[in-house]
């Protein structure tokens, strides 16, 4: 839908910056679990790798905890970013309305 000069877009809300902490903190934690296959996808024989404590010489899926991690880590990244553009379209918006800040 295509705004005409008139129009104003509706106002995007910001969500808390605490909630992409969080995001970002359990994504790192999850990289962090899974430090040992940051560069593998699948494998299928590792004698000496231990998961928990236990041997686990196979791996047969390709999906890691440091996939979801590094999707969380970059998801709360870009979610701080657009807090920060939606605080400096706001700042420049009372700018142009004259309203001291």
């Known amino acids: 839908m295509a705004f005409d000069q008139g129009d104003t877009p509706v106002p995007v809300q910001k969500i808390d910056d605490s909630v992409y902490k969080i995001m970002y903190e359990l994504g790192s934690a999850l990289i962090n679990d899974d430090s040992g296959d940051l560069y593998r996808t699948t494998y299928k024989y590792r004698p000496r790798y231990k998961y928990h404590g236990k041997r ?7 999906l890691h905890h440091w996939h979801l991690g590094t999707i969380l880590v ?10 920060t553009a939606i605080e400096a379209a706001q700042i420049a918006r009372e700018m142009e309305d004259g309203v001291d800040l």
């Open 74 to 83: 970059l998801l709360a990244q870009f979610g701080v970013l657009s807090n």
């Open 56 to 62: 686990a010489p196979h791996h047969d899926s390709p």
